[in-house]
T-cell receptor
C-alpha cells in the first residue's frame, strides 16, 4: 500500500498567494521528488532532493528534504493561474531502494 | 532529446480482449517503471525494471497483467484478458539509475467496455 501521506488534498487560493503542501512517511526515504501533473499529461518533475536538510529552489518553487528523512514540503510563492494542477510528492524508501512511490496528490486551484 | 514515448495514447477495447501497451524509455536510462493512475487509487506502481530485469512486480494486480523488457529501449505491459476495471491511465517512466528522478511519458488512456 501507499506509504506516503500528502496534504492537503486540495487548495483553493487567490492569485498572488503562497501555497504550501507536505508529505510524510512512516519509513525513511533516500530521495524526495516533487512533480506537477496537468490534465491529460504525465507528471513533470519539478524538484529533486537527495540529502536530509537539503533546501532547493526552482523559480518560485522551494522544496526541502526533512531532517528526519521522513518528510518533505513544497512551497509555491506568489501563485499565478498556470500553477493550477495536481502536485505529487514521490520518494525512494531505503527499505526498497529504487521503488519510487507517490503520494495521493494535492489539487491546486488558483482564482484571479 | 526525445522523452519517454508511449503508444498508443488511447485504447478502447472490449472486455476479454488482449491489450498491449508499449514504452520506449529515454536513451541511456536503465530503470523503467509502469504505473497505473485512477481517481480512486492515484498513481500505483505496477512493476519496475533495472537493467532490463524486473526488480519488483508486487504491484501487478493479478496474473492477467504481465510486463516485459526485452532490451534497454523497449518495454511492454500486457493485459489478457482485459476487464472493465482495468480502465485507467497507464504511465511508463524511466530514470538514469536506480533511485534517481524518473521522467514520465504522456500515458495511455485505456478504456475497457
Amino acid at each position: 500500500g501507499q506509504q506516503l501521506n500528502q496534504s492537503p488534498q486540495s487548495m483553493f487560493i487567490q492569485e498572488g498567494e503562497d501555497v504550501s503542501m507536505n508529505c510524510t512517511s512512516s519509513s525513511i526515504f533516500n530521495t524526495w521528488l516533487w512533480y506537477k501533473q496537468d490534465p491529460g499529461e504525465g507528471p513533470v518533475l519539478l524538484i529533486a532532493l537527495y540529502k536530509a536538510g537539503e533546501l532547493t529552489s526552482n523559480g518560485r518553487l522551494t522544496a526541502q528534504f526533512g531532517i528526519t528523512r521522513k518528510d518533505s514540503f513544497l512551497n509555491i510563492s506568489a501563485s499565478i493561474p498556470s500553477d493550477v494542477g495536481i502536485y505529487f510528492c514521490a520518494g525512494n524508501p531505503t527499505d526498497s531502494w529504487g521503488k519510487l512511490q507517490f503520494g495521493a496528490g494535492t489539487q491546486v486551484v488558483v482564482t484571479p | 532529446d526525445a522523452g519517454v514515448i508511449q503508444s498508443p495514447r488511447h485504447e478502447v477495447t472490449e472486455m476479454g480482449q488482449e491489450v498491449t501497451l508499449r514504452c520506449k524509455p529515454i536513451s541511456g536510462h536503465n530503470s523503467l517503471f509502469w504505473y497505473r493512475q485512477t481517481m480512486m487509487r492515484g498513481l500505483e506502481l505496477l512493476i519496475y525494471f533495472n537493467n532490463n530485469v524486473p526488480i519488483d512486480d508486487s504491484g501487478m494486480p493479478e496474473d492477467r497483467f504481465s510486463a516485459k523488457m526485452p532490451n534497454a529501449s523497449f518495454s511492454t505491459l500486457k493485459i489478457q484478458p482485459s476487464e472493465p476495471r482495468d480502465s485507467a491511465v497507464y504511465f511508463c517512466a524511466s530514470s538514469l539509475a536506480r533511485g534517481l528522478e524518473a521522467f514520465f511519458g504522456q500515458g495511455t488512456r485505456l478504456t475497457v467496455v
